[in-house]
Nanobody, 126 residues
Framework: EVQLVESGGGLVQAGGSLRLSCAASGFTFDDFAIGWFGQAPGKEREGVSSISNSDGSTYYADAVMGRFTISSDNAKNTVYLQMSSLKPEDTAVYYC???????????????????WGQGTQVTVSS
């Protein structure tokens, strides 16, 4: 059974940092790409960043470029999202998701991902 478990969310002041973790199990980690997505209240889920566990390719949404960094520890089957210079508009529930499709095809498009975690809340106060 595929499982994705997010952790690391919380309350932080604007300008602060958080590191989210996505622990994966139930599938061959190296064969999948993992994405991070954010969903703010009343808004659609949006892609934030993604990484291929096979070749390390990464994608970022324009809004987080230069502030967020995605990385993968294949030995731990875990993907991280380092979030820096956080802004109030980054407030959202953050989900990680996995896809067996090519990352170059799905990038950070939510419909391209097949398996989802339960999410972790990130709140940035001004």
């Amino acid at each position: 059974e595929v499982q994705l478990v997010e952790s690391g969310g919380g309350l932080v002041q604007a300008g602060g940092s958080l590191r989210l973790s996505c622990a994966a199990s139930g599938f061959t980690f190296d064969d999948f790409a993992i994405g991070w997505f954010g969903q703010a209240p009343g808004k659609e889920r949006e892609g934030v960043s993604s990484i291929s566990n096979s070749d390390g390719s990464t994608y970022y949404a324009d809004a987080v470029m230069g502030r967020f960094t995605i990385s993968s520890d294949n030995a731990k089957n875990t993907v991280y999202l380092q979030m820096s210079s956080l802004k109030p508009e980054d407030t959202a529930v953050y989900y990680c998701a996995a896809t067996f499709r090519s990352i170059h095809a799905v990038r950070t498009i939510p419909a391209g991902y097949d398996y989802w975690g339960q999410g972790t809340q990130v709140t940035v106060s001004s």
